[in-house]
């Protein structure tokens, strides 16, 4: 067994702080919505300096440009970043399900030619912490391990 039960796989995000090995939450990644305050946007061909909304909706002008550009201009600025992050957000998790999925394959072959997978105190698939002697010994936690066992099956359905 992993460390917690979570609605993610492997969570260990009810432990303290000093042992979790790695986090879920981003705190780099703030809420987008509350206040948008940028050095400069594009707007149409040129640029505006210092401008934003601020949480109230007023405007960040100091520089006085047109009210109705400096909307425009942050409202799409705003959308773009939000674009940005989701589209990164989306690749991020593209790639990290691929590499768990390389991982499971490659820990399925070492188990079918019956090396040692452990022990580890991080699942070797996902690389959260692993609390129980089991998992440990294995080198892999509860839940990513139905994955590996998934796979094992797979290999040896697809082998002659
Ligand atoms: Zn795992």
């Known amino acids: 067994m992993h460390f917690a039960k979570g609605p993610r796989k492997c969570s260990t ?30 707007h149409n061909d040129t640029k505006l300096f210092q401008v934003g909304i601020l949480p109230d909706g007023t405007l960040y002008n100091p520089n006085g440009y047109p009210d109705i550009e400096v909307r425009a201009a942050v ?17 991020a998790s593209k790639t ?34 692993l609390a129980d002697p089991q998992s ?13 066992l998934n796979e094992i099956e797979r290999l040896r359905r697809n082998s002659p």
């Open 13 to 42: 995000s009810n432990l303290p702080k000093s042992v979790r090995p790695r986090l879920h939450t981003r705190p780099n990644q703030k809420r987008e919505t509350s206040m948008s305050r940028y050095k400069w946007v594009h």
């Open 75 to 91: 409202l799409a600025a705003d959308q773009r970043r939000h674009e940005r992050r989701s589209r990164a957000a989306k690749e």
């Open 96 to 129: 990290r399900a691929l590499r768990q999925q390389r991982k499971v394959h490659t820990i399925a072959h070492r188990i079918a030619a019956r090396q040692s997978t452990g022990p580890r105190h991080h699942c070797y698939v996902c690389g959260r912490g």
């Open 136 to 148: 440990i010994t294995r080198g892999i936690g509860s839940e990513c391990w139905q994955d590996v």
